[in-house]
């Protein structure tokens, strides 16, 4: 797979590059000479709603022992996962939990939104609020270019919404400034939106894909006409405009290059891609990152799996998360979770495994991928914000020590507490972002003495 | 126009190149046209001229034994390419293009020695592949100050004003408005021309740009509104077995070029759309080539940038007026978010916007015509003194003993009440930038502000609504205690909840309100009206702290404003002291670079990138004590033009809370001292030592310099622009119009708006440097 990609990789042409796409044509040029640095690190983060409760992915050896002022750093492998994890035994060794890290710069209740991934105080109960800078995942998706350098799945909208299918935006991912990503609802869509460059389920996708050519075309004709009737020192501002459409004809020839590879691994199409039912959307998102990450069409997606409003009747479920999380409902809170969790680790286990299948440089796929499985309300159904659990799937590149460890940080307040701020910057850092810190601090613990700004060095290589 | 001018000028294009994200191919094809013709060798011209010029006026202080400022000048390189003393050779250009250097009680070189120096260093930079950023930086509006003051408003300036001929980015605003004449579903289009939302004056003309990230949010919203149209309106052509002609096309392409573009598609316009159309669909099929003729028109350029080439009657010195059509969308987007009215149109198509005076005739009646929109005029003051930027400014609400954060955003309303403030004096229209800065008069609203107010309406009028009498002036009475002329005004002065916003002010919306009064859980609870209408809600409780007032000092009904003790103007309103606040503490450098910037005119360079500057942490001192460290000499240098303005804000706390004493670190607290001292407004009965904030801006309101400063960043706002020193007679009858009216904004804008500045433009060409 990897020899032949490469192939086709080098026969890109390299000259015809827009600017913006420079990075990527360098990456892929490095990666058709062979060179194992230049492999892209991939990251899909998994945002569930209604909080992970930590009790629910800690190990039963662990539990009660960690009330520590200390680090509590456990070897993982050595333990038994609890029971609605086991599908992610076969992948132990690439495993971590990591526990305890707060997150008190951020609004808890139903979302923190764009806080969750950007450490900082946003939105209200229906709101998501002013984006202030782009969010972790995006960061890291500017840090691995790829022809969609980031990737938006959701089934379901803002925590409370009611949205479903199309366009939405849950609030939780941004580019930039004032810059909230939009994601996709409709597997069917971004089914075309990837693959219909070389497969179609429609007719109309595979002739969308090659019209947009036209559109793009008139577009560059038209603005080098209209250029030359502006003033020339306006030149610059036609320019950018121009040239976006020119990044455009590249990409679209590089999708076009990219035909036998996207062919190789598009899923097929199948009702699963127009199914209706949320487990079987959440299904066909999951399957469709995954395609695109082996394809190489993205390094980065962001899935939002499911809101508040949301209920997994195809689980047996008669409540909505809401509802759960409020312990309505014939059965208690702890065994709904239970009953998601295992959902939930079956989809992850799915897509490690499709991933470990691949190999790549002198491992496989999911040696150079992270998965990141967080609730975008912390800890609870109304986060607390106190602490933020995150469960790790894959290698990470090797560039962090996390596979194989269960680590929780001490209590909120305590000396040595650390906060998820901390946490993003130390992602990031190990990705090449060289930020001195990522986010808002924690003033309170600031006040009190208790100095954290920083990456969590002993998560650094 | 002077040669210095003349020299930024020239530069100005490539400056904002190399601030865009634009491929190397155009840098390097403008640097290409931009090198100094090469009479003599560059190495020639740096022996005879530059080398001479550092040893006269630099190497004194810049050599090896002084290296002043850590920089040595003595046996630089004159190689830019080999890159060791190329950020040394950034710097001079920077400093002898700013006037900076040599410092003014040192020997100052002729305008020609810099401007030989200026074009070897612009050459050698564009030779090695360099450019500074200095051009560009001159064209943002934190540089705006750097055009001289004093020069701006002698009189002595003879040139003729003009903007440059320009393409204008649409704003984000106007797109809001726009979006819906596209014809698709607005829920689905998204903001394609976001602002960085920062600080001051945003929407300039030379800053913005349409790069990739614009067009991936355009084709996403042409793609979703030809899907709409399609679905909704030409079903049946693209469905249809045959492909359409030319009969069927050409109209959809007329009237979806009218929708977006907004003016009449040309023949041969026509004709390319129609190009596209037969070979799409020869490729893809009718409907999907429809999709696509429907969104190329979308993308059209005119809808991303407005067009002000100045394509009407020929002016002096080069310039051309505005066409009437362009007038006519410069006027409607410098007053509100529209695109031109019925009436600007018909002006425009009638021969009537071909003047100064039919320019003013335009902008004064849309001014005086209160059922237009003009949310520009607020903007203006929120952006200028910034305090819509408080609800950025995280604070501890344990610190601040009850400052409430959830659910609702305390700061935003803050910000809500000081454009309550504004809008209040700009009704009066009088004396409006004194008032502004003095008036004590403030407005304290929350959510229940407009219900409550109805409510009282009610209970005291309640015999007569019940029995459904209800004059006219009763009416009015009503909407006079609003501060609205007609219901119309009511959503765009009230953040209403979503079921208020119907509200018209009839018996039955009345009643309405009563009862949801009387549904209100706290009613139930408590049983007692007074609570109900003047107290705040607990959600609300601490709201009013900002202000001095206790949880239940006030009733805060409507009509306002309420006198506040110990305040002057907005300078000293929470949202203005919030927005320029740390997140745990106060801000002096900041609120006296604001002052220093922003009422002064003056400059304060930006802070060298060698120093680390962080407070001293010292639990037994004041902020203003740990402060002392920058009252060492290399940092007093820029300092003193801050620090001793913003100290006078200490007598606030980081909340806007007046106060006596400064609690420290270590539990204890320490009087605060709140002294400082005015100097730079250029009068000698104004200039001085001052005891505190309320002292400094009386006096500032006094000042002629505040007032220009004040009136420049108004040009700054309308011309999307910097001004020049050929804008001078521009800002001297604005000056002079706002003065004769009374302190009028309206008669200011009027001004400005039919100016020659904001009429005419004129093509700089980049070749020459020189304007055509």
């Known amino acids: 797979m990897t020899h032949s990609r490469r192939g086709i990789l080098k026969g890109l042409s390299l000259g015809a590059g827009g600017f913006l796409l420079r990075p990527l044509l360098r990456q892929v040029q490095l990666q058709a000479e062979g060179d194992p640095r230049a492999l892209p690190s991939r990251f899909v983060f998994v945002v569930k709603s209604s909080g992970i409760v930590p009790d629910g992915i800690t190990p039963e050896a662990f539990k009660g022992k960690e009330a520590s002022p200390q680090l509590f750093d456990q070897d993982l492998t050595k333990v038994a996962l609890p029971a609605s994890m086991q599908a992610l035994n076969p992948f132990k060794d690439q495993l971590a939990i990591v526990q305890g890290l707060s997150g008190k710069m951020c609004r808890g209740g139903h979302s923190s939104y764009f806080g969750m991934m950007a450490a900082y105080m946003t939105g209200g109960e229906f709101d998501a609020g002013t984006v202030v800078r782009a969010t972790a995942d995006a960061e890291l998706a500017k840090l691995n270019p790829a022809p969609f350098n980031h990737v938006g799945l959701a089934v379901k909208g803002k925590a409370l919404s009611k949205s479903y299918g199309g366009t939405m935006y849950p609030g939780i991912t941004a580019v930039g400034p004032g810059k909230e990503m939009p994601f996709q609802g409709s597997p069917d869509v971004a089914y075309e939106q990837l693959f219909g460059s070389a497969v179609s389920a429609t007719t109309s996708g595979e002739k969308r894909f090659k019209l947009q050519r036209n559109l793009f075309d008139f577009m560059v004709e038209d603005l080098k006409k209209v250029r030359t009737a502006i003033p020339s020192s306006e030149h610059g501002k036609m320019d950018a405009y121009l040239n976006s459409f020119e990044e455009l004809q590249v990409r679209h020839s590089k999708l076009a290059g990219m035909n036998e590879q996207i062919k190789a691994n598009a899923p097929a199409f199948t009702d699963k891609f127009t199914a209706e039912p949320e487990e079987i959307r959440q299904e066909a998102h999951f399957d469709l990152a995954t395609a695109a990450l082996i394809a190489g069409l993205t390094n980065v997606v962001t899935i939002r799996l499911d809101n508040v409003n949301m209920t997994y009747k195809q689980l047996g479920i008669d409540k909505h998360n809401h509802g759960i999380g409020h312990n309505e409902g014939t059965k208690t809170q702890t065994e709904y979770r239970d009953i998601i969790r295992k959902h939930h680790t079956e989809l992850l286990a799915t897509m490690a495994g499709k991933l470990k299948a691949v190999p790549e440089g002198d491992g496989n796929m999911l040696d150079r991928t992270m998965i990141v499985f967080v609730s975008d309300s912390g800890d609870a159904h109304h986060g607390s914000c106190l602490e933020w659990p995150y469960l790790i799937l894959g290698g990470a590149s090797g560039k962090l020590k996390l596979p194989g460890r269960y680590l929780r940080y001490p209590k909120y307040g305590e000396k040595g507490c650390r906060t998820i701020a901390d946490w993003w910057t130390t992602i990031l850092n190990a990705h090449g972002n060289p930020v001195e810190f990522f986010g808002n601090e924690d003033l309170v613990l600031k006040q009190n003495g208790i100095s954290h700004a920083g990456a969590l060095q002993e998560l650094l290589i | ?772």
């Not at chain 2, 009218?258 to 026509?270: F, I």
């Open chain 2, 1 to 772: 126009m002077t040669h210095r001018q003349r020299m930024i000028t020239r530069r100005r294009t490539f400056g904002f190149v190399g601030l865009s994200i634009l491929s190397v191919a155009i840098c390097s094809a403008q640097t290409a046209r931009l090198r100094a013709p090469a009479l003599l060798s560059t190495t020639d011209v740096f022996d005879e001229t530059v080398k001479p010029f550092l040893r006269k006026y630099c190497t004194r202080c810049h050599s090896k034994t002084k290296h002043k400022g850590g920089l040595v000048l003595s046996g630089i390189s004159s190689d830019l390419a080999n890159g060791r003393d190329l950020d040394a050779w950034k710097g001079v250009l920077k400093q002898l293009v700013l006037d900076a250097m040599p410092p003014a009680k040192r020997r100052q070189p002729e305008q020609s020695e810099k401007d030989a120096v200026i074009r070897w260093i612009n050459t050698e930079l564009d030779k090695s592949g360099n450019a500074s950023d200095i051009y560009s930086k001159l064209e943002s509006p934190t540089f705006g100050n750097y055009v001289n003051h004093a020069k701006l408003f002698s009189g002595d300036v003879q040139a003729e004003p003009f903007s440059p001929a320009r393409l204008w980015r649409t704003s984000p605003n106007v797109f809001d408005t726009v979006k819906s004449s596209y014809g698709g579903d607005t829920r689905h289009l998204r903001q394609p021309f976001l602002l960085e939302d920062k600080m001051g004056i945003k929407d300039y003309a030379n800053l913005l740009f349409a790069d990739s990230a614009v067009v991936n949010t355009l084709m996403g919203n042409a793609g979703t509104t030809a899907d709409h149209l399609i679905k909704t309106k030409y079903s049946a052509i693209a469905s249809a077995d045959d492909t359409p002609d030319k009969t069927v096309i050409d109209p959809i392409i007329t009237k979806h070029f009218k929708r977006v573009v907004y003016r009449d598609c040309t023949e041969s316009e026509r004709a390319n759309y129609y190009t596209l159309f037969e070979k799409a669909a020869r490729d893809g099929g009718h409907a999907e080539a429809l999709r696509i003729v429907l969104m190329a028109v979308m993308l059209h350029h005119e809808s991303v940038y407005r067009l002000e080439i100045g394509l009407g009657a020929e002016g002096s010195e080069g310039r051309r007026m505005l066409s009437a059509t362009e007038m006519a969308f410069a006027i409607a987007y410098a007053l509100t978010d529209r695109r031109p009215d019925e009436a600007l149109l018909e002006a425009a198509r009638n021969g009537k916007l071909r003047t100064a005076e039919d320019a003013r005739v335009q902008v004064q009646r849309i001014l005086e015509d209160h059922s237009i929109d003009k949310p520009r005029t607020l903007r203006f003051f929120q952006e200028f003194f910034g305090y819509a930027q408080a609800h950025k400014i995280f604070k501890d609400e344990k610190r601040s003993g009850g400052f409430a954060y959830y659910g609702e955003n305390y700061p935003r309303m803050y910000e809500r009440d000081a454009d309550f403030f504004v809008m209040h004096i700009l009704e009066g229209d009088k004396d409006v930038f004194r008032r502004l800065l003095t008036s004590d008069e403030y407005f304290i609203l929350n959510r229940q502000t407009f219900r409550n107010t109805v409510y009282d309406f009610y209970k005291a009028n309640q015999q007569q609504l019940d029995a459904g009498e209800y004059s006219e002036a009763k009416q009015q009475e009503l909407l006079e205690r609003l501060g609205l002329r007609g219901w119309h005004e009511l959503n765009k002065k009230y953040f209403l909840h979503k079921f208020n916003r119907g509200f018209n002010g009839s018996i039955r919306a009345i009643k309405q309100i009563a009862k949801e009064c009387k549904d209100w859980k706290n009613w139930k609870k408590h049983k007692d009206e007074q609570f109900l209408l003047h107290g705040m809600q607990p959600l609300y409780k601490k709201y009013p702290m900002v202000y001095d007032l206790a949880d239940d000092e006030q009733d805060f009904l409507l009509p306002q404003p309420y006198k506040r003790p110990n305040r002057a103007g907005m300078l000293t309103h929470p949202a203005w002291l919030i927005a320029h606040s740390l997140n745990d503490g106060t801000d002096p450098v900041r609120r006296g670079k604001w002052v220093r910037e922003r009422l002064l005119a003056g400059v304060v360079p930006d802070i060298p990138i060698t120093v680390d500057a962080t407070v001293p942490e010292d639990h037994s001192k004041t902020l203003r004590e740990r402060f002392a460290v920058t009252e060492q000499q290399e940092c007093w240098r820029c300092h003193v033009k801050m620090n001793p303005l913003g100290y006078t804000f200490e007598m606030f706390d980081d909340f806007g809370r007046v106060r006596s004493e400064e609690k420290l670190g270590d539990g204890g607290s320490k009087a605060i001292n709140t002294a400082g001292n005015l100097q730079g407004a250029g009068d000698e009965q104004i200039d001085g030592a001052v005891t505190d904030a309320l002292d400094l801006i009386h006096r500032l309101a006094k000042s002629n310099k505040v007032r220009q400063s004040i009136i420049r960043h108004v040009f700054r706002y309308y011309m999307g622009r910097n001004e020049r020193l050929s804008d001078s007679k521009t800002l001297i009858a604005a000056d002079k119009a706002y003065l004769e009216s009374g302190g009028s904004y309206q008669a200011l804008v009027i001004s400005l708006l039919s100016s020659d500045s904001f009429l005419y433009r004129k093509q700089l060409d980049q070749a020459s440097g020189d304007s055509k």
